[in-house]
C-alpha cells in the first residue's frame, strides 16, 4: 500500500493543471473524451520533474500503465507505454489498486453481461468462455447478475454520452488489469510458479523435451548426500552456534527492554573500538559474517595492508556498491571501478584468470549493475580461500579476541525465555458483604 500511494502521489503532480502533463480533448467514436494525454508527452514529463534516464523513465510508465493508473484508449489490451502519439487517459480515482475494490466472480459477471447485452454478444474469445464458465458456476443467482446488469445500464443512460464512454473504458481497462487475456499475467499475481508455467507453454519444443531429458539423466546420476552426513553437518552446527544463541545460552550483554543495562547497544555499535567477546568469535565462523559486519571488515582491512592484498577487499566492496547505485550513475560508476582495478596500468591492479577477464570485458561494452559479478566472485573466493584462513591465524585476530570485552550477567535467568517472575495477584477484597 505505500507504493501505491508514492505512485498515487506521482500521478496527482501528472494532473495538476498547471504543472502536469499538457492535456487535450480527443474525439473517438463520434464523441470527445476529456482530458487524453499522449504517451511521448508522459514520458517527457517525467524525465523532466524526476531528473532520471530514459530507461527509467520508460520503466516507470510502464508499471503505470500495467497497474491500471494509465489506460490506452485505442489498444485497451496493450499494457506498455508507446513513446509516440498512442492516446492514453488517467484512471479514476474510483478504480485505483489502493481502494482494494472487490474483483470477486460475481462482479466481474455483472460487468460481461453488461457489456453482451450492449455489443449484442459480438465479445472475444476468451470472454465469451469466461461467460459460459461463470454462467455454468453461480447459475443459481443469474438472475441477480442480469438484474444488476440491467439496472447500471439504465442508469447510465441517463448520463451524456461523453461521460456514458468514460465511464466505459475505465471500467474495461480496470478489468483488463484484474482479469488479463490468456498469455497474459496480472502484475497484482505473486505466485511466480503460474509466471513460470504460462512462459514455458510457449516453448515445449522438441528442443525443450530434449534438453529437459538430458538434465533428468544428469539428475539420476548425481551424487546424494547420506541423512547421517547431513545430520552430523547439521549437529556441529548446532555445536558451534550453541553458545552464540540468546535463548539456549542467555542473552549478554543482558536484553536492555530486561535489565535496564544499556551495554547491548554500546557493545554492539556498528564501529565499536573494543567489541564483545561473542561478535569477534562469530567472525571465525565464516567469511561471510566478517564481511556483513563492518567492524570485522575494517580488521580485515588492516591485515590485508600489512599483507599488499587490500585493492581485493576494496574491488569486492566497489561491486557491491555498484549493485545499489541509481542506474543514471551505473555506466560511470562501472568505468570508474574497471580504470582503477582492471584497465592495464591501473592504480590499484588486481589479479583475474584470462576468461573471467574477458567476460568482464565485453560487459563493459553495455555495463550494467552486475557487469563485475564473475570477477567479484572470483575475487572473493581468492579472499576466503587465502587472506581469510590467514587473518584467523594472525595475531591481530588473536590479540583483539583476547582483548575483547566479556559482558557480566546482572540478572536472574530463566530458562529458555530471560522474563522475569511474575508476581501473585493482589487478593480480593469484598466490602459491603
Given amino acids: 500500500m505505500s507504493g501505491f500511494e508514492k505512485v498515487e502521489m506521482l500521478v496527482g503532480a501528472m494532473q495538476d493543471p498547471e504543472m502536469g502533463v499538457n492535456m487535450f480533448d480527443q474525439r473517438l467514436l463520434l464523441t470527445v473524451i476529456p482530458h487524453a494525454v499522449r504517451g511521448h508527452e508522459i514520458l517527457t514529463w517525467i524525465i523532466r520533474n524526476l531528473k532520471t534516464s530514459d530507461e527509467e523513465a520508460l520503466n516507470l510508465s510502464n508499471l503505470l500503465v500495467r497497474t491500471g493508473y494509465v489506460y490506452p484508449l485505442l489498444e485497451p489490451a496493450n499494457f506498455s507505454l508507446q513513446p509516440d502519439d498512442s492516446i492514453y487517459r488517467f484512471q479514476g480515482p474510483y478504480f485505483w489498486p489502493s481502494k482494494s475494490w472487490p474483483t470477486e466472480d460475481t462482479d466481474y459477471a455483472i460487468y460481461l453481461a453488461k457489456k453482451n447485452v450492449m455489443k449484442n454478444g459480438d465479445l472475444a474469445d476468451y470472454e465469451k468462455a469466461r461467460y459460459q464458465h461463470l454462467h455454468a458456476k453461480i447459475n443459481h443467482k443469474w438472475d441477480f447478475i442480469i438484474m444488476q446488469a440491467k439496472e447500471q445500464m439504465s442508469a447510465v ?120 567477546k561473542q561478535r569477534v568469535e562469530c567472525w571465525a565462523f565464516s567469511f561471510r559474517v566478517l564481511l556483513n559486519d563492518q567492524r570485522g571488515r575494517q580488521e580485515l582491512r588492516e591485515f590485508l595492508l600489512k599483507e599488499f592484498s587490500a585493492e581485493n577487499l576494496s574491488f569486492w566492496e566497489s561491486c557491491e556498491d555498484l549493485k545499489s547505485c541509481e542506474l543514471s550513475n551505473v555506466k560511470e560508476k562501472a568505468e570508474e571501478i574497471f580504470g582503477e582495478f582492471l584497465s592495464p596500468g591501473a592504480k590499484h591492479w588486481i589479479n583475474l584468470d584470462g576468461r573471467t577477464m574477458a567476460m568482464t570485458v565485453a560487459g563493459m561494452k553495455q555495463p550494467c549493475r552486475f557487469v563485475f559479478e564473475e570477477a567479484q566472485g572470483h575475487i572473493y ?53
Avoid at 208 to 226: H, M, N, Q
Avoid at 244 to 267: F, V
Fill in 157 to 276: 443512460k441517463e448520463r451524456r454520452r461523453g461521460d456514458r464512454l468514460v465511464l466505459a473504458c475505465q471500467e474495461q481497462a480496470f478489468w483488463l488489469i484484474q482479469r488479463p487475456p490468456p498469455d497474459t499475467t496480472c502484475v497484482f499475481e505473486r505466485d511466480n510458479m503460474r509466471m513460470a508455467s504460462t512462459s514455458l507453454a510457449k516453448q515445449k519444443t522438441a528442443e525443450y523435451y530434449k534438453t529437459e531429458i538430458y538434465y533428468c539423466g544428469k539428475a539420476l546420476v548425481r551424487a546424494r548426500v547420506k541423512s547421517s552426513t547431513s545430520l552430523e553437518g547439521f549437529v556441529r552446527h548446532c555445536d558451534l552456534y550453541a553458545s552464540h544463541d540468546p535463548i539456549m545460552s542467555g542473552c549478554l550483554p543482558n536484553n536492555p527492554w530486561i535489565s535496564q543495562d544499556p551495554s547491548l547497544w554500546s557493545l554492539h555499535a556498528t564501529m565499536v573500538e573494543v567489541p564483545a
Fill in 381 to 433: 573466493l581468492l579472499m576466503k580461500k587465502d587472506c581469510y584462513p590467514r587473518y584467523l591465524k594472525s595475531e591481530m585476530y588473536k590479540s583483539l579476541l583476547e582483548r575483547a570485552i566479556v559482558p557480566q550477567d546482572n540478572k536472574r535467568r530463566i530458562f529458555p525465555l530471560m522474563m522475569r517472575p511474575r508476581l501473585s495477584s493482589p487478593p480480593i477484597t469484598l466490602q459491603g458483604i
